[in-house]
């Protein structure tokens, strides 16, 4: 077994937009392993946009990232020694070790995982932290009833994507919001929602009309900007707005709404919410995900970087949409 780790930390605060100078891969030497610890090979590496928001050392609802440590991030791998009775070597597990290639702990936090029908790789997807999300936004904010108009912004994403199956699956009709006519395509062709109108193409407010003739009764916000705009236009009254993600303004730019009379004319609801709050649904959420994707009845799309080197590039690439659905860093 190796005795060096590779690890990635945030050295420095991103001033406007964020950058590869914001990290630096160390190499550290590995511990002997304390009574009640485990060590675990990280297969995977998973890159979200609340990363961007850790960075920032502005109010927010959870603490910043601290500089000079390893970047946090959800991760999942096989166990590789114990010294603690609840995890033995071959184990996978998920756990939040971060931009690291091992991570050693006493195993709180830390969950064993099954990969016989659900890959490693899906347990920071759909069946994951981002399923969960989508998961809690819908059925607990929007709760969307049949024949009903659900809008998604970032709907080829690991959120979205999700959001969209799962509109379909108690009978609403899924409208998506992408960024290329590939993504649009893969959302209507492959994911199964009724449209998607491409935000780049230029004619987001009309093309957004044209895909909810009945207007919009859910909208699940994961990008802020021209695309809530476009939907608060086209909400109907006493619509729902799950707002998950502002990833259009977390350079610091800010972003006001056009037209927010809106909220109080339509007597909208609009609830903003950070899923580890809510760790009571879980089980049940993360149960359901797991057997519609062992299924197959639920779809989803990973872009894969290879090496912890190539994390920083695969990160902000996936801030300006680069990605193609989950983006993930393969360690192995």
Request: with cysteine; aromatic share 6%.
């Given at each position: 077994?190796?005795?060096?780790?590779?690890?990635i930390?945030?050295?420095?605060?991103?001033?406007g937009?964020?950058?590869?100078?914001?990290?630096?891969?160390?190499?550290?030497?590995?511990?002997?392993?304390?009574?009640?610890?485990?060590?675990?090979?990280?297969?995977?590496?998973?890159?979200?946009?609340y990363?961007?928001?850790?960075?920032?050392?502005?109010?927010?609802?959870a603490?910043?990232?601290?500089?000079?440590?390893?970047?946090?991030?959800?991760?999942?791998?096989?166990?590789?020694?114990?010294?603690?009775?609840?995890?033995?070597?071959?184990?996978?597990?998920?756990?939040?070790f971060g931009?690291?290639?091992f991570?050693?702990?006493d195993?709180?936090?830390?969950?064993?995982?099954?990969?016989?029908?659900?890959?490693?790789?899906?347990?920071?997807?759909p069946v994951?932290?981002?399923?969960?999300?989508a998961?809690?936004?819908?059925?607990?904010?929007?709760?969307?009833?049949?024949?009903?108009?659900?809008?998604?912004s970032?709907?080829?994403?690991?959120?979205?994507?999700?959001?969209?199956?799962?509109?379909?699956q108690?009978?609403?009709?899924?409208?998506?919001?992408?960024?290329g006519?590939?993504?649009?395509?893969?959302?209507?062709?492959?994911l199964?929602?009724?449209a998607?109108?491409?935000?780049?193409?230029?004619?987001?407010?009309?093309?957004?009309?044209?895909?909810?003739?009945d207007?919009?009764?859910?909208?699940?916000?994961?990008?802020?900007?021209?695309?809530?705009?476009a939907?608060?236009?086209?909400?109907?009254?006493?619509?729902r707005?799950?707002?998950?993600?502002?990833?259009?303004?977390?350079?610091?730019?800010?972003?006001?709404?056009?037209?927010p009379?809106?909220?109080?004319?339509?007597?909208?609801l609009?609830?903003?919410?950070?899923?580890?709050?809510?760790?009571?649904?879980?089980?049940?959420?993360?149960k359901?995900?797991?057997?519609?994707?062992a299924?197959?009845?639920?779809?989803?799309?990973?872009?894969?970087?290879?090496?912890?080197?190539?994390?920083?590039?695969?990160f902000?690439?996936?801030l300006k949409g680069?990605?193609?659905?989950?983006?993930l860093?393969?360690?192995?």
């Open positions: 077994m190796s005795q060096i780790n590779r690890q930390l945030l050295v420095s605060r991103p001033q937009a964020a950058s590869a100078d914001n990290f630096k891969l160390v190499e550290t030497p590995l511990a002997p392993l304390a009574d009640g610890e485990v060590r675990v090979r990280n297969h995977y590496l998973s890159l979200d946009p990363m961007r928001g850790r960075m920032s050392d502005a109010k927010s609802y603490t910043p990232q601290p500089l000079n440590e390893v970047m946090i991030g959800g991760t999942t791998g096989e166990v590789i020694e114990s010294k603690n009775a609840a995890f033995k070597p071959g184990d996978k597990v998920v756990g939040m931009w690291q290639e991570g050693t702990s195993g709180k936090g830390l969950g064993k995982i099954d990969d016989t029908h659900v890959p490693l790789s899906a347990y920071l997807g994951g932290m981002p399923g969960v999300t998961w809690y936004g819908l059925n607990r904010i929007i709760a969307p009833k049949a024949g009903e108009t659900v809008v998604v970032a709907a080829s994403g690991a959120v979205g994507s999700v959001v969209g199956q799962l509109a379909k108690a009978g609403a009709r899924a409208v998506g919001i992408a960024g006519p590939d993504k649009c395509r893969y959302v209507v062709e492959t199964g929602f009724d998607c109108v491409d935000y780049k193409a230029g004619n987001l407010y009309q093309d957004l009309k044209a895909a909810t003739p207007g919009v009764d859910g909208c699940f916000e994961n990008v802020g900007g021209e695309g809530l705009d939907t608060l236009a086209r909400m109907n009254a006493h619509g707005i799950a707002l998950c993600g502002f990833i259009a303004g977390y350079d610091g730019a800010p972003m006001p709404l056009k037209h009379a809106l909220l109080l004319t339509q007597r909208l609009v609830q903003g919410f950070i899923v580890s709050e809510h760790m009571d649904v879980w089980p049940d959420a993360l359901e995900l797991g057997t519609l994707v299924q197959k009845k639920l779809q989803y799309r990973e872009t894969v970087a290879q090496g912890l080197e190539n994390a920083p590039e695969a902000l690439g996936m680069h990605n193609f659905g989950k983006q860093v393969k360690l192995i």
